[in-house]
């Protein structure tokens, strides 16, 4: 089973809050993921990292920004929150072997 | 680019098989994944196929790959109502890519087991 966390589960906040999503993994996975999910289902990858101070936008473009200071961390952080941003947020980190990524359970943001 | 393509919703009976297809265009994947999301919950990964494969079961799950027209497929055999939730195929970019380890996931098939 994969190790892989990520809080708060549920967060509701109001627009222009600063926010930061809280992913980290205990398996030593070099590489991380940050997917949005669209209430209609589809995956976006938002961001990802392939080391420590490796970070790279993903397909879907994002205001949030996201850091890699350990290899087991990786938070992401939107500076002023809009209900635009309202989705479901989910972490996933894979190691050097085969691409299967394993996925934490996810942030449900909701922006009022 | 690449792309993987589901159909958004399935329905079957309880005791009845389900079978979840997708199709993708990037002919040179090594793997091709299957993950299922319960309401609520991150992804799981489900099972996995090696393209020099054909077919491969695990219990109740059977994955048959036809490589050349790039069509994947899930059964599920004795479907419970367990069983519902949303299914994922997911194709992984080349390796020798810079943005390796990356999955391209179809939009997820919604399944929906009635008793």
């Known amino acids: 089973e994969a190790d892989i966390y990520q809080t708060p589960r549920y967060l509701v906040i109001g627009t222009g809050k600063k926010i930061t999503l809280e992913c980290s993994q205990t398996?030593?996975?070099?590489?991380m993921y940050w997917y949005q999910q669209d209430p209609g289902m589809e995956l976006h990858l938002i961001h990802y990292?392939?080391?420590?101070?490796?970070?790279e936008k993903g397909d879907l473009s994002s205001e949030s920004t996201v850091s890699r200071i350990r290899t087991e961390h990786f938070p992401l952080t939107l500076e002023s929150a809009r209900p635009s941003h309202t989705s479901q947020y989910l972490c996933a980190s894979s190691g050097q072997g085969p691409s299967e990524q394993y996925f934490g359970p996810g942030t449900r943001l909701t922006v009022t | 680019g690449e792309d993987v393509e589901q159909s958004l919703f399935l329905s079957v009976r309880e005791g009845d098989s389900s079978v979840i297809n997708c199709t993708y265009t990037d002919s040179s994947s090594t793997y091709l994944y299957w993950y299922k999301q319960e309401p609520g919950a991150g992804l799981q990964l489900l099972t996995y196929i090696f393209s020099n494969m054909d077919m491969k079961q695990d219990q109740r799950l059977t994955v048959l790959l036809n490589k050349k027209d790039k069509h994947l497929s899930l059964r599920i055999a004795d479907t419970q109502t367990g069983d519902s939730a949303i299914y994922f195929c997911a194709d992984p970019l080349l390796p020798d890519r810079m943005d390796r380890g990356k999955l391209i996931f179809g939009q997820g098939t919604e399944l929906s087991v009635k008793p």
């Open positions: 990292s392939y080391g420590v101070n490796s970070t």
């Open positions: 398996m030593g996975h070099d590489k």
